[in-house]
T-cell receptor
Framework: DAGVIQSPRHEVTEMGQEVTLRCKPI?????LFWYRQTMMRGLELLIY????????DSGMPEDRFSAKMPNASFSTLKIQPSEPRDSAVYFC?????????????FGAGTRLSVL | GQQVMQIPQYQHVQEGEDFTTYCNSS?????IQWYKQRPGGHPVFLIQ?????EVKKQKRLTFQFGEAKKNSSLHITATQTTDVGTYFC??????????FGPGTRLSVLP
């Protein structure tokens, strides 16, 4: 099993540019999570999908952030326009089963730097 | 909303010493998970506790879930340099998402 695959691993962009992060969950998993990790705020849940449907997006910071899951094997997190305060490591995780019992498998993350 | 706290924030130990991190929730949990993140890595699942008072062991690691299901602890016996990293607890309350604690960063001096 290849695990959760995220791309790119590193992204450096200028303020105002659009950034798209990609995630391929583990085959067969039906839940997908996007997290943001910073020193100041720790690990924050941004959005959670179940069976490709967004269930909880209360963690999405603002309208500049959007996430999609067009099918069971692919999800994107888009930031438009990006700002320096968006600099962080973004993790995607997937799991099998209900939220109450799931074990989350994390991808390697995308380190985003907005200059 | 639900809050999950961990103490200490940082811990520096000499190799061979024991280490304990504590996790406290503002609400009663249905279950709790522990994850480890190595420096520069990603969180990796360690264990899940479900029952009140539950104790689980993984080699030198001992995990406990409080009787009231509002706190948990992770104890490492005789730390090794391979134990370096940040240990997160993640708690789930009924009807809510998992909430990760801020983590305890462990440094082990050889």
């Amino acid at each position: 099993d290849a695990g959760v695959i995220q791309s790119p691993r590193h992204e450096v962009t200028e303020m105002g540019q659009e950034v798209t992060l990609r995630c391929k969950p583990i085959s067969g998993h039906n839940s997908l999570f996007w997290y943001r990790q910073t020193m100041m705020r720790g690990l924050e849940l941004l959005i959670y999908f179940n069976n490709n449907v967004p269930i909880d997006d209360s963690g999405m910071p603002e309208d500049r952030f959007s996430a999609k899951m067009p099918n069971a094997s692919f999800s994107t997190l888009k930031i438009q326009p990006s700002e320096p305060r968006d600099s962080a490591v973004y993790f995607c995780a997937s799991s099998l089963g209900s939220l109450a019992k799931n074990i989350q498998y994390f991808g390697a993350g995308t380190r985003l730097s907005v200059l | 909303g639900q809050q999950v706290m961990q103490i200490p924030q940082y811990q520096h130990v000499q190799e061979g010493e024991d280490f304990t991190t504590y996790c406290n929730s503002s609400t009663t949990l249905s279950n709790i998970q522990w994850y480890k993140q190595r420096p520069g890595g990603h969180p990796v699942f360690l264990i899940q506790l479900v029952k009140s008072g539950e104790v689980k062991k993984q080699k030198r690691l001992t995990f406990q879930f409080g009787e009231a299901k509002k706190n948990s602890s992770l104890h490492i016996t005789a730390t090794q340099t391979t134990d370096v990293g940040t240990y997160f607890c993640a708690g789930h309350s009924y009807g809510q998402n998992f909430v990760f604690g801020p983590g305890t960063r462990l440094s082990v001096l050889p």
